[in-house]
């Protein structure tokens, strides 16, 4: 009997021991191989958490994950992109993944961009390439209920800054933009038709960065519209060009009489849908025009905004003095 006891209390201090030395090893920091980043996905337990960690290099051993969670018996692992860097202790490692610390990085898309400018800003950051943006945002269909004939998601990719992750998709990005969109037009005035307040506000985004000027410039294009005018909108025509593949990064005379239909040199009218993705601000000028007489505008010589005329005979005036000052400058 005593011989048992002896064994026993000998077996009981090498638990003991064996406890401490595990519970050492788990608070051990241990330095991945430079930074890291680990996809946990939903449903997956403790034991593919804990091989995916090790094969990453994040932890050294399976054993390490098990033993946390033992110290953590009702934690709930979150699903997420998880980056690495420093060194960690599997503890540490194993308390940011049930606290869902997930990755992010945040992707600005600026007012006044179009598909092309988010193609390329999002191709830039490695993650989506450029081919799939432009293939995604091109299917209206998630916005089929505020605007059935959208030809595509321009002008309801509201521009903003997005967190996104490395598995982030092209699709998985314009559902963050369009939402975006639907929780700012609800703050503006739903009952209004979309496509066509969209399409004027993206006019007026790119004609004009002067916030006071937003309001002025829609209600050109409104009496111009009332009119029967054709709006002779500059950016329309890049638009159009862009749309043939054939844009250059200027304007030239071929583009002008360019019979697409987005080009408002040769249509009457409001192009067949936004030429850009415009900000509230815009969208609310559109909503609610400035009540004018003006039909012309053209940018100051100098910069900072632009002159409006009621007349042809007072547009062409300050055409020919915007020339003069230019052409003065050098």
């Known amino acids: ?35 890291t980043f680990v996809r946990i996905e939903r449903g997956w337990g403790t034991a593919v958490i804990a091989r995916t960690l090790v094969q990453a290099g994040v932890v050294r051993y399976e054993w390490q994950v098990y033993a946390a ?20 202790s599997a503890l540490t490692v194993f308390d940011r993944i049930r606290r ?11 007012e006044g961009s179009n598909r092309w400018d988010i193609a390329r800003l999002i191709e ?23 605007a059935p004939i959208a030809p595509s998601l321009e002008g309801f990719l509201f521009p903003s800054t997005y967190r996104l992750t490395h598995s982030s998709t092209a699709a998985d990005l314009c559902r963050l933009m369009t939402a975006e969109f639907r929780r700012q037009w609800k703050k503006l005035d739903p009952r209004a038709d979309a496509l066509k307040t969209v399409t004027l506000a993206s006019l007026v985004e790119k004609e004009t960065g002067v916030p006071e000027e937003r309001k002025i410039v829609a209600g050109v294009f409104a009496n111009r519209i009332e009119k029967g005018m054709r ?27 360019n019979q697409n ?35 012309f505008f053209v940018a100051k010589a100098e910069g900072g905004g632009h002159v409006f005329s009621a ?13 003069h000052a230019k052409h003065k400058a050098g």
């Open 1 to 35: 009997m005593k011989k048992l006891a002896r064994y026993a209390l000998i077996l009981s201090a090498a638990g003991m021991l064996g406890g401490m030395a595990a519970l050492w090893s788990v608070a051990q920091l241990w330095q991945p191989p430079g930074e």
């Open 69 to 88: 969670h033992l110290l953590n018996p009702s934690a709930k692992l979150q699903a997420g992109e998880y980056r690495f860097a420093g060194p960690s």
């Open 100 to 110: 869902g610390d997930v990755y992010h990085f945040e992707f600005t898309v600026p």
């Open 124 to 146: 830039a950051t490695g993650i989506i390439s450029a081919a799939d943006f432009l293939k995604a945002s091109a299917d209206p269909s998630s916005i089929r209920d505020l």
């Open 231 to 257: 709006l002779d909108c500059d950016p329309t025509t890049i638009y159009a060009a862009l749309l043939d593949n054939r844009y250059t990064g200027v304007i030239h005379k071929s583009d002008l009489l």
């Open 261 to 295: 239909p987005y080009n408002t040199y040769q249509n009457a009218g409001l192009p067949p849908g936004p030429i850009a993705n415009p900000g509230s601000a815009a969208l609310a000028a559109a909503l609610h025009p400035a009540e004018t007489g003006y039909l």
């Open 311 to 323: 007349t042809r005979a007072a547009h062409e005036k300050a055409v020919a003095a915007y020339r």
